[in-house]
């Protein structure tokens, strides 16, 4: 055999590569003593929803007043205190929404409601006029400081944008004093636009000549948030940045530095925690990552996240398919089966190895809880491929094993375990496991937990026409008599069965019933040795039905029979039954 070297693939695409340049060649961060490497998240941030605005403005068809209020009630309930409601200035409808969540009185005291505006005078006017009424108001403002945006939209200088922004911000504090009484707690949020491809030292210009006009104090926070408006960094130079930021700006105690990833890069999630490492106090995203383009940062897996760090998200994630449906019908989008967390098939395995590890680590599971009182929360969870409990979602354990032609012995005996609680012995499960993986090949897709019974069913309990199938088998039990002798040791048996439809009564005596059956149907010139017996009860009650499971040699051929029945003695009967059916099938 000849084995391959350190290889290393020289061979240029096709590619315009040669069209882009390194982001930081454009926008260096000059920070070799950061600090938000070795950090750790050890509390949630401030989670600010902005599935009504950046969610909102980012969907084919807008929400209507119906479901825009759907989603705002769903905020609340999860736990969500701060939501930005809309872009009131932008139409009468979004004026109107804003409207009436005031009017109807919905938001909680508690609950931060912001609305977002250009820095342009008539637009801030009617954002403000929009939000008189709400227990607690801010009012975001924008504006673009990107080169690109001072260059190609605006045709601004430094100080032109600055100045929009400092502009912006007076009007917003007199318009503010003039039409809010002491009714409302009113707060400012100002956003440089695209701040990861501003200059750090202009971001950071402008910011603080805002907070020249704001004033911040101790009673006069101010939010500032580092968007990252499109995502065209690795999170660790974001994160340099929102560091570099925390560290310079002055009056920092009495900012909340807020940071707004989108996912262009796929990296939102880890862009937002190494902010978070690097000193940012408060997050914007959305749910399932609804927003602009690629989406805001999914505040789901945000929270998720950390609570599988123990780490308590402050958000209630409990019944993640409630949400899943909400957003689902607020944004008239479909949540992807792999989203982290929210899903459908993100607990489930399919594979073997997989499938086998979760069903072992679910059993150690139990008998540790069991071990522990059964206190749940005393037992770390630690079941492999499972970063997370499903139930604490609100999923069932159903799904997590799902049988395809990728599956094992262990998924099927997970699902014949937990959908209709037989235990298989090992052997047992690698034979049933191979049929099943015939079925598959055969049929091409998933054998559900149903179909996964139909097989069994057809293959060792053929006699059973509870499942709607046709029986077959050669033999068929329909009575035994036992009596004990009086040695105490020996047992005679007299047998009813069919053979081929025809009646049949058989006797024997054996060092025990199972023997004693065994020399019964030897009579039949059926040579049978057993090799391995295992039982179990299915329920519990007068009415408890025994599974029993026997490995033999029937004629010379090894395979398992499984019996199931109201008495542990007739299951064991039927089970031999079931392996010489089984062995006899082609020949009869
Ligand atoms: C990164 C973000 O997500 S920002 C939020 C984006 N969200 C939205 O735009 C949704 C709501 N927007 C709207 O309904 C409209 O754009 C409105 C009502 C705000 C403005 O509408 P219009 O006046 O027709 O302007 P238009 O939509 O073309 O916006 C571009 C204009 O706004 C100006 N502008 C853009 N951002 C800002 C800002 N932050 N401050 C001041 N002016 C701005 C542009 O320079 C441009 O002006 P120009 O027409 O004089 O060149
Ligand atoms: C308005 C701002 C915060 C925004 O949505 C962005 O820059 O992405
Ligand atoms: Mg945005």
């Not at 318009?175 to 636009?193: L, M, N, W």
């Not at 909340?256 to 997050?283: C, K, Q």
């Not at 010139?525 to 295992?534: G, M, P, Q, S, Y």
Request: net charge negative.
């Amino acid at each position: 055999m000849k084995t391959a070297g350190r290889t290393t693939y020289q061979a240029p695409s096709a590619m315009p590569v040669a069209k882009y340049r390194p982001f930081l060649d454009v926008n260096p961060v000059d920070l070799p003593d950061r600090t938000w490497p070795t950090r750790r998240i050890t509390r949630a941030p401030r989670w600010l929803s902005t599935d009504l605005r950046d969610g909102n403005q980012a969907l084919i068809e807008p929400m209507d007043p119906a479901r825009k209020r759907a989603m705002f009630d769903l905020l609340i309930a999860m736990g969500y205190k701060e939501i930005e409601i809309g872009f009131p200035a932008a139409s009468q409808t979004d004026f109107d929404f804003v409207r009436q969540l005031i009017e109807d009185e919905a938001i909680p005291g508690d609950v931060v409601v912001s609305a977002l505006t250009q820095s342009r005078e008539d637009l801030i006017h009617r954002t403000i006029d929009a939000l008189v009424g709400a227990p607690r108001a801010n009012v975001h403002l924008y504006n673009a400081t990107a080169p690109v945006f001072r260059d190609v939209v605006f045709r601004a200088d430094r100080d032109a944008t600055k100045e929009l922004a400092v502009s912006g911000t007076r009007e917003v504090l007199a318009y503010a004093e003039k039409i809010f009484d002491d009714d409302t707690v009113f707060g400012y949020q100002y956003s440089p636009e695209i701040f990861v491809d501003t200059e750090l030292d202009f971001a950071l210009e402008v910011c603080e000549a805002v907070m020249d006009v704001w004033q911040p104090s101790a009673e006069r926070e101010i939010i500032l948030n580092l968007p990252a408006t499109v995502e065209r960094c690795t999170p660790n130079v974001y994160a340099d940045q929102i560091e570099y930021m925390s560290r310079n700006l002055s009056r920092r105690q009495y900012i909340a530095l807020s940071v707004h990833p989108h996912n262009d890069r796929g990296t939102a999630v880890a862009s937002a925690e190494l902010a978070v490492m690097a000193g940012a106090d408060r997050v914007e995203g959305c749910l399932f990552g609804q927003g602009e383009r690629t989406g805001n940062v999914d505040l789901l897996t945000l929270g998720m996240n950390l609570m599988t760090q123990g780490v308590d998200p402050e958000i209630d994630f409990s019944d993640v398919d409630h949400v899943r449906r909400v957003v689902e019908q607020c944004t008239r989008m479909d949540v992807h089966p792999r989203h982290p967390y929210g899903g459908d098939l993100v607990y489930t395995a399919f594979s073997g190895s997989h499938q086998d590890a979760i069903a072992k680590g679910m059993v150690r599971r139990e008998a540790d809880i069991a071990a522990a009182g059964g206190d749940e929360n005393a037992v770390a969870w630690n079941v492999p491929y499972l970063p997370v409990d499903p139930h604490d979602l609100g999923r069932n354990y159903e799904a997590i094993v799902r049988v395809n032609s990728q599956s094992g012995k262990g998924g099927v005996a997970y699902l014949m375990s937990s959908t209709r609680h037989l235990e298989l012995p090992r052997r047992l499960q690698i034979e049933l496991s191979q049929i099943v993986q015939r079925h598959s090949e055969v049929g091409g897709g998933e054998i559900t937990a149903e179909s996964l019974w139909q097989i069994f069913a057809d293959e060792y309990l053929p006699a059973s026409t509870a499942e709607g199938l046709k029986p077959w088998g050669r033999f068929s039990l329909r009575g035994t008599t036992v009596t004990t002798a009086d040695d105490g040791e020996h047992a005679t048996l007299t047998v009813n069965l069919t053979d081929h439809g025809e009646d049949r009564v058989l006797a024997a005596t054996g060092n025990g019933p199972i023997d004693a059956f065994v020399k019964a149907l030897g009579q039949l010139e059926i040579d049978i040795h057993v090799l391995d017996f295992a039982e179990h009860a299915l329920s519990t009650g007068g009415d408890a039905t025994a599974a029993a499971y026997i490995e033999a040699e029937v004629n010379g051929q090894v395979l398992w029979g499984v019996g199931i029945d109201p008495s542990i003695t007739t299951a064991s009967f039927k089970a031999i039954i079931s392996a010489v059916n089984r062995a006899v099938r082609d020949a009869s």
